[in-house]
């Protein structure tokens, strides 16, 4: 049944490339994917799978059933684009001002919704059920995982498998390992209210910029002097701003960024002594604050016998020799609450362009990706959904 399911993939590739680049052309923001609901929507209604829309509150659910009775697999694709101009010279490229799929969802969804077609078609020889998660706003906390599952897109799953098209590696290659993979991605903002003056006279002020300098400074102790160094743990301040112009000193101050962990102890110390650092430095300096912390998406961790099984199938489709373990990265994945709440996998699917030696991150304004990838993700996702009807534990 592999055989014939690959046989499919590769009859309908170019079809899933056709997808993948009216998705890119036409992107839209976390919250705000009707146009492409509606496109998912349509497809699964032409091929005569079930499909239900709207399920917490933007995602679309549809089912494949198997003439025989077996366990129950999900699959998940993220749909959602991100507020980034597209500045490739590509065909292809984003008719939207502002919004391009700069981190390959695009193609998730293209190679979930190709891969439910070949399934289709084989429905007189499934055994089990087969669920096509396709999710929205996974880029913009609280996301959309966790309201899809609290509507029920999970009731009576075994299992659940997701990939990410993962351009900094090499196309061919697979990555995935046991534990944590992906950080608990959270946010915070620090306000700081002193009291502004002429720059002439310092002395007659509580200068928030200084203060400011002094918070970021002491917050990049945490890692370097709190932790372990065998612990992995990120703080970093991306914004900060202060005054507007040359000769005043301001009296306030915002600072917002992230901390990244993989463990809830460890989130918990680091929320600790920023509080501290925060309110010490401001009591020094004689100032008020606002300190506010936003947890974000939990770390995603993938289940040890789930990720042996999704390994020896991706085995399968690039070669064992293509098969590598992950390091653990500090991106934040919503693929999290699934694994939270059944057994489970997340794998990268390496899509590096052809011919390059650097190819752009995800986030960037000039990413792309191979789209040769989607058929290898689908084969390796399509051999975990009908094999793990055979599969057993122990």
Known sequence: MEEDLSRKLEQYFEEMVSIRRHLHMNPELSFQERETVQFIQTYYKNLNIPVR??????????????????????????????????????????????????????????????????????????????VFIHQHAEELAPGGAKPMIEDGCLEGVDVIFGTHLWAPYPTGEIYCSPGPITAAADRFQITIKGKGGHGAEPHTTKDALLIGT??????????????????????????????????IIPSEAYLEGTVRTFSTELQEFIIEEMERIVKGTC????????????????????????????????????????????????????????????????????????????????????????????????????????????????
């Open 53 to 130: 829309t709207g399920v917490g509150n933007g995602g679309v659910v549809a089912t494949i059933e198997g003439k025989q009775p077996g366990r129950t697999v999900a699959l998940r694709a993220d749909f959602d684009a991100l507020p980034i101009q597209d500045e490739k010279q590509v065909p292809y490229r984003s008719s939207v001002k502002g919004v391009m799929h700069a981190c390959g969802h695009d193609g998730h969804t293209a190679l979930l919704l190709v891969l439910a077609k070949a399934l289709k078609e084989m429905e007189n020889e499934l055994i089990g059920n087969y």
């Open 214 to 247: 002094e918070i970021v400074s002491l917050l990049q102790t945490i890692t370097s002097r709190k932790i372990n160094p065998m612990d992995p743990a990120v703080v970093s301040v991306g914004q900060f701003k202060a005054g507007n112009a040359f000769n």
């Open 283 to 394: 009591t020094v300096h004689d100032c008020d604050f606002e300190f506010r912390y936003f947890k974000g998406y939990p770390p995603t961790v993938n289940h040890e016998k789930e990720t042996d099984y999704i390994l020896s199938k991706a085995e399968e489709v690039v070669g064992f020799q293509h098969v590598h373990p992950l390091n653990p990265l500090m991106i934040g994945e919503d693929f999290s609450h699934y694994l939270e709440a059944v057994r489970g996998t997340f794998f990268l699917t390496g899509a590096a362009q052809p011919d390059t030696d650097h190819p752009y991150p995800h986030h960037h304004p000039m990413f792309d990706f191979n789209e040769e990838a989607m058929l290898i993700a689908a084969k390796t996702l399509g051999y975990a959904a009908i094999g793990f009807q055979e599969w057993r534990y122990f």
